[in-house]
């Protein structure tokens, strides 16, 4: 907020806030940010990417139809684990090894799989109306986290969408996004299987999408 305050452009990585009081003071700041006429650009780096956006533009042109469902996953490792220093303090240790602490991270559900929950509701053109699902903890080897999370997300008018996150050595991997419409399939930002449409071509300054959306900021 201070940085918005002094009218300064801001590019904040997720995850932008860990819990509903989080989420609401960025909405704020977004709003203080839009009447000054600010820039604040997230790290969801798909919405850059120029498969995705080619994606979206065929789903918005009728491709795949109207979307009835899909699953979004992202099921792999844990990135990284900081082990504690003897003598440590909590404060010290929790701050260095934050990814696996939720009151740092969220969990791996919001720190991670938020880019392929952001696909959804980029393509569907609009949030979850509820939620249901469960998670656990197996073997985690440090912090406090779960394990797996299994959601279902109602978007309302019979369209659900099955989401699928886990940090798990030794497991079946696989990270992306597949919708499935009345008239085809899209597979995140790779494969479409439906009608033939017409789109503006896309183009983009950098294949990377983690400097696209600096570009785009800019």
Known sequence: GAAVDAGKHCFIEKPVAVDPPGVREV?????????????????????????????????????????????????????????????????????RNWLNFTELSGDHIVEQHVHNLDVACWFLGRTPVSAVGFGGRARRETGN??????????????????????????????????????????????????KKVEIPEIKVDSDNGQVQEHVDML
């Open 27 to 95: 909405i704020a700041i977004g709003e203080r940010a839009k009447q000054k006429n600010l820039a604040i650009v997230c790290g969801t780096q798909r919405r850059h990417m120029a498969g995705y956006l080619r994606n979206k533009a065929l789903i918005d042109a009728g491709a795949i139809g109207e979307i009835k469902g899909g699953v979004v996953q992202w099921n792999g490792v844990v990135p990284w684990i900081q082990r504690r220093n003897s003598g440590e303090s909590d404060a010290s240790y929790m701050t």
């Open 145 to 194: 986290q779960f394990d797996f999370f299994s959601i279902d997300y109602d978007f309302g008018d019979d369209v659900h969408i099955h989401s699928q996150c886990r940090q798990l050595k030794g497991a079946y991997g696989r990270v992306g996004e597949m919708f499935t419409g009345t008239d085809g399939v899209c597979l995140g930002g790779g494969k479409v299987s439906g």
